[in-house]
């Protein structure tokens, strides 16, 4: 592994444009702890389907409310959190992009990409609302498009 | 994100270039593809080569573009898809359900 990565804590305003910049700062972090461009690529795709869902879904983008981001490591594993200030979904409620009926769809592929793209995917709820969207990837676990077999 | 639209044998082509994704390039590409439809095209082409990142969001806009061009009795291809974009529909299975061809010359000539 390279040089030590500090934490990263950012919090944004509800707006689609910010994702850009969590992107930008999750992929230097990543970088630094020496994940392949093509892995990044796709975990960037990750982090941003949960911080756009954060910002759709869960803050309804009012602007009053934030969205916080955060990146640490724990052991091999890269721990990446969403967080938002919303009423809390379910996600088992979404249905299977891949069912015949939905392929058409033009909603619900953000949380399978998600899931495709990391090793593991955690829901969160607090009482006081907001979800915490908690993705683990494992530092050297090669291409996420493999997610699935990546699984632990 | 920008669309630059131009014709060729009857048939309008649309260029995206750069990140079709939640917010911006989605809405660009909606606006492109309406505007499209609008002007009386009902042979659209896609060239997805300048496409850097397409989210859930941008994948959505072209599943809708293609119901809605397809529902009004046109066709709505795309071609030159970068290796990632290609990916990334094949993970949902859509690479099989859109119509998406190799390059212009084979995108064009099906039209014919």
Known sequence: MGEEV???Q??????????????????????????DEDSRYWIGIAVREAVANAIKHGNRQDPEKQVGI???VVEDTVVIQVQDEGAGFDPTQVGNPLDPENLLKPDGRGIFYMNRFMDAIEYNFGTGGGTLVTMRKRIGSGDPRSGEEDSE | MKVETRQREGVTILEPKGKITIGV???ALRDAVQGAIESGASN?????????TIDSSGIGELVAAYTTVTNRGGKLRLYSLPPKVSDILQITQLIT??????DEEEA?????
Do not use: K, P, T, Y
């Open chain 1, 6 to 8: 500090a934490e990263v």
């Open chain 1, 10 to 35: 950012l919090s944004i305003d509800s707006q689609f444009e910010n994702i850009e910049l969590v992107q930008a700062v999750l992929d230097a972090s990543l970088e630094r702890l020496e994940f």
């Open chain 1, 70 to 72: 955060g990146l640490r």
């Open chain 2, 25 to 27: 390039g989605d809405v």
């Open chain 2, 44 to 52: 659209i082409l896609i060239n997805m080569s300048g496409v850097s």
């Open chain 2, 97 to 102: 359900v859109l119509d998406i061809l190799d």
């Open chain 2, 108 to 112: 064009i000539a099906s039209f014919r």
